[in-house]
T-cell receptor
């Protein structure tokens, strides 16, 4: 079975731009969660989608949004990028509420 | 105060040593996860626990729900075990994880 894939792997943007990151879960997995990892704050939960519905949301501003499609693929969008949004963005998939399988991450640099 | 505390933050061991990493949490949980992150970012899920003890190869994870404490043990450590080990808790019926700050383990040959 193919693992969780994330595209792109690396991204460089400038302040004020917007960005869309993509996550393809393991086949059959209905839950996709997104996390942000920075040296200062560590790993933080962004949101979780389950069967196309947002099931939970972390403490991030409204500039961070996401969605899930009927094939369980998920996208997250960050609008009006700030320098502090530079981070590794990880997604993880799971069948329901159990072991999460992480993708390799997208490293976003905001200049 | 963080809801999840790990200790130690850094750990250096000699190959073959027995290693213990501790995790304490302050809220009710539905499960606790131990994760491994190698340089470059990839995260692997090692264990998910809601009670008792689990073993996989040289790795053992235990949890004491009453004391709100979990430990990850590595027996006969090897340089390839060098990584960051992260404890994370899950509450309720979603997959939202709250993470500890991680333990950076270096195993020297």
């Amino acid at each position: 079975k193919a693992g969780v894939t994330q595209t792109p792997r690396y991204l460089i943007k400038t302040r004020g731009q917007q960005v869309t990151l993509s996550c393809s879960p393991i086949s059959g997995h209905r839950s996709v969660s997104w996390y942000q990892q920075t040296p200062g704050q560590g790993l933080q939960f962004l949101f979780e989608y389950f069967s196309e519905t947002q099931r939970n949301k972390g403490n991030f501003p409204g500039r961070f949004s996401g969605r899930q499609f009927s094939n369980s693929r998920s996208e997250m969008n960050v609008s009006t990028l700030e320098l502090g949004d530079s981070a590794l963005y990880l997604c993880a998939s799971s069948l329901t509420t159990d072991t999460q399988y992480f993708g390799p991450g997208t490293r976003l640099t905001v200049l | 105060k963080n809801e999840v505390e790990q200790s130690p933050q850094n750990l250096t061991a000699q190959e073959g040593e027995f290693i213990t990493i501790n995790c304490s949490y302050s809220v009710g949980i539905s499960a606790l996860h131990w994760l491994q992150q190698h340089p470059g970012g990839g995260i692997v899920s090692l264990f998910m626990l809601s009670s008792g003890k689990k073993k996989h190869g040289r790795l053992i994870a235990t949890i004491n729900i009453q004391e709100k404490h979990s430990s990850l043990h590595i027996t006969a450590s090897h340089p390839r075990d060098s990584a960051v080990y992260i404890c994370a808790i899950r509450q309720g019926a979603t997959n939202k994880l709250i993470f500890g700050t991680g333990t950076l383990l270096a195993v020297q040959p």
